[in-house]
């Protein structure tokens, strides 16, 4: 005679897996370009939309509240997060700097040949993105080609968290690089900073040869040199 335990049937897997599909395609969109500041986000609006019930669309809302990419009003429903500026974009990097320079820290205890050639690939995925950005001008650069470059860019970052082997990082790393993204793609000229991100990157990659002080005080170098860019661009657009 089989028991069934309560929630361990079928149907709440499946459920588990559409809302993790919602989330990722609400995550999307509101990582793109068609969405402004304060624009509301209908939960009913939302599900007609992608085709599900409300329910994994409220889920999603939030789990996506924790990364500060939507805000949820008493009575009024959840709206596009205002980017991030003054105060919250220097916290955002302070918030940064402690917890990239610590992961590039912990991942150099590792396997560090191994990462050292995955950060390779992906560095050399980023420079042919950048280098297509520079045959067409920054200027002139697509908003799918942008995307890639955001994608290539925090790629670097990613499979730096991955190899510190700690959930808690990796956690902090979705926060970080939703918020990160989004107010890249929110400000003009983003894309102006591309050449420097790799050789940033790059210095980060050659100081992994050594031991853990130089890589630290090259990502804590690249963070404060985004940090700087983050604010001209902010200014410029404030």
Do not use: C
């Not at 939507?70 to 919250?88: F, H, I």
């Not at 470059?149 to 991955?162: C, E, P, V």
């Not at 690089?177 to 790799?198: L, N, P, S, Y």
């Amino acid at each position: 005679m089989s028991i069934t335990m309560p929630g361990f049937g079928t149907e709440r897997i499946r459920q588990l897996g559409l809302r993790d599909r919602v989330y990722d395609r609400v995550l999307e969109v509101l990582m793109g370009h068609d969405v402004e500041p304060g624009m509301r986000l209908s939960i009913d609006g939302l599900a007609r939309t992608l085709g599900v019930s409300p329910t994994p669309v409220r889920e999603a809302l939030v789990q996506l509240e924790r990364t500060g990419l939507v805000t949820r009003e008493a009575n009024k429903g959840y709206r596009v997060s205002p980017p991030l500026a003054g105060d919250q974009l220097e916290a955002l990097f302070d918030a940064r700097l402690i917890v990239e320079s610590g992961a590039v820290e912990l991942a150099s205890r590792g396997d560090v040949p191994a990462l050292r050639a995955r950060l390779e690939a992906a560095l050399a995925e980023q420079a042919a993105v950048v280098d297509e950005i520079a045959a067409v001008g920054a200027g002139s650069t697509s908003e799918e080609l942008m995307a890639r470059f955001f994608r290539s860019d925090w790629q670097f970052h990613q499979l730096i968290f991955d190899a510190t082997r700690n959930p808690f990082l990796e956690e902090m790393s979705e926060i970080i690089t939703t918020r990160v993204h989004r107010m890249r793609q929110i400000v003009e000229g983003g894309g102006d900073d591309t050449d420097r991100a790799v050789h940033e990157h790059r210095a980060i990659l050659e100081a992994l040869a050594v031991d853990p002080a130089p890589a630290v005080a090259a990502m804590r170098h690249h963070i404060d040199a985004v940090r700087l860019r983050s604010r001209a661009d902010a200014s410029r657009t404030a």
